[in-house]
């Protein structure tokens, strides 16, 4: 059982060059989330998926994309990355059950744009 | 906003002390959870505490609740240098998804 898994751990751009960050999760969890990770900002959600097939905007969505083909995996795209997307990128995902929802997180991408 | 605000930014103690950690929220809530985050690392579930509860124990943390302050309490006994990390707080309301703060930040020196 492998959890939430991240791909790249590492990644540098240059400012205006597109990627992809690739959240994997082996749970069947329903909700899926993208979060970044700023110095004293704490976790701000960017954009978050109740189930596959649908996504929705969190609390700083713009400049980001993202798409949920599958269930377990959770894709967040920068399509023209901005030296403001500088951060930690985290995924996690969870089940929702009696109004409980427990989040478990990957380990993290840290990602720069020069 | 639904978004946990806690207390104090940074704490600094010594093994075998206590720590202890405030979260504020604004909105009611239908639960409130706490997770830690070592260096690094993604974060760790550590505690749920319900809107209709008042206290909780798991080992060494202990939470209380005070919806009528709108504040949670975590506490950490007899503390080890292996809790030293960012404990966040998440509380959740209608929608259910949690929102996390800024986090405390817990040094605990051997």
């Known amino acids: 059982n492998a959890g939430v898994t991240q791909t790249p751990k590492f990644r540098v751009l240059k400012t205006g060059q597109s990627m992809t960050l690739l959240c994997a999760q082996d749970m069947n969890h329903e909700y899926m989330y993208w979060y970044r990770q700023d110095p004293g900002m704490g976790l701000r959600l960017i954009h978050y998926s109740v189930g596959e097939g649908t996504t929705a905007k969190g609390e700083v969505p713009d400049g980001y994309n993202v798409s949920r083909l599958k269930k377990q995996n959770f894709l967040l795209g920068l399509e023209s990355a901005a030296p403001s997307q500088t951060s930690v990128y985290f995924c996690a995902s969870s089940y929702q059950t009696s109004g409980i929802d427990t989040q478990y997180f990957g380990p993290g991408t840290r990602l720069t744009v020069l | 906003s639904q978004q946990g605000e806690e207390d104090p930014q940074a704490l600094s103690i010594q093994e075998g002390e206590n720590a202890t950690m405030n979260c504020s929220y604004k909105?009611?809530?239908?639960?409130l959870q706490w997770y830690r985050q070592n260096s690094g690392r993604g974060l760790v579930h550590l505690i749920l505490?319900?809107?209709?509860?008042r206290e909780k124990h798991s080992g060494r943390l202990r939470v209380t609740l005070d919806t009528s302050k709108k504040s949670s309490s975590l506490l950490i006994t007899a503390s080890r240098a292996a809790d030293t990390a960012s404990y966040f707080c998440a509380p959740s309301g209608g929608s259910y998804i949690p929102t996390f703060g800024r986090g405390t930040s817990l040094i605990v020196h051997p």
């Open positions: 909105t009611s809530i239908n639960n």
């Open positions: 505490i319900r809107s209709n509860e």
